[in-house]
T-cell receptor, first 113, second 115 residues
Framework: GESVGLHLPTLSVQEGDNSIINCAYSNSASDYFIWYKQESGKGPQFIIDIRSNMDKRQGQRVTVLLNKTVKHLSLQIAATQPGDSAVYFCAETRENYGQNFVFGPGTRLSVLP | DGGITQSPKYLFRKEGQNVTLSCEQNLNHDAMYWYRQDPGQGLRLIYYSQIVNDFQKGDIAEGYSVSREKKESFPLTVTSAQKNPTAFYLC??????????????FGSGTQLSVL
């Protein structure tokens, strides 16, 4: 059943358009960031990660941008497809923090036909 | 086919009952984690373990217990002391490389509800 994101911000995009999902992180010491995709009733799926020594990283149809000055992370999805509909959330952690991640609540992406 | 297996997918708990959620991984990861997910909130850490026979409390450990007798297995017990157990529970694992943090791999989750 529905267990994720009942009151999340929603981004609606047309199929084929590009999507940009944003995440503001809180700790200026954070040095490792991950984007996850979660479909309803399923576990989060790794999309892409970035370390603080980079400001951009590209994967297949996805790009993560990191702006350490304003503590902002974004996920860009090119040519959004119906299968991209899900909740997307970011996670942050820092060195010597024992693998303890802080997770954002997420953004629901809805792809319109 | 490597991965993390959680069972059952759905679980119902009666008042005063303890229930155990299973998590098994065959990724040869050293670290395993339990998270709780509530609607509209980020994942919150319940317990984690970086080595067999050792585990640490996370942010919301009260009312939960774990064991790590084998590297592959990290079961979570939701005790009767947890007064609001209804949530989606996620197990995760990761490598430990020493210097750098590594990404978490998640299981498919268990939805726990109270009867």
């Amino acid at each position: 059943g529905e267990s994720v994101g009942l009151h999340l911000p929603t981004l609606s995009v047309q199929e084929g358009d590009n999507s940009i999902i944003n995440c503001a992180y809180s700790n200026s010491a954070s040095d490792y960031f991950i984007w996850y995709k979660q479909e309803s009733g399923k576990g989060p799926q790794f999309i892409i990660d970035i370390r603080s020594n980079m400001d951009k990283r590209q994967g297949q149809r996805v790009t993560v941008l990191l702006n350490k000055t304003v503590k902002h992370l974004s996920l860009q999805i090119a040519a959004t497809q119906p299968g991209d509909s899900a909740v997307y959330f970011c996670a942050e952690t820092r060195e010597n923090y024992g693998q303890n991640f802080v997770f954002g609540p997420g953004t629901r992406l809805s792809v319109l036909p | 086919d490597g991965g993390i297996t959680q069972s059952p997918k759905y679980l119902f708990r009666k008042e005063g009952q303890n229930v155990t959620l299973s998590c098994e991984q065959n990724l040869n990861h050293d670290a395993m984690y339990w998270y709780r997910q509530d609607p509209g909130q980020g994942l919150r850490l319940i317990y984690y373990s970086q080595i067999v026979n050792d585990f640490q409390k996370g942010d919301i450990a009260e009312g939960y217990s774990v064991s790590r007798e084998k590297k592959e297995s990290f079961p979570l017990t939701v005790t009767s002391a947890q007064k609001n157990p209804t949530a989606f529970y996620l197990c995760a694992s990761s490598l430990i490389t020493g210097r750098y943090n590594e990404k978490l791999f998640f299981g498919s989750g268990t939805q726990l509800s109270v009867l």
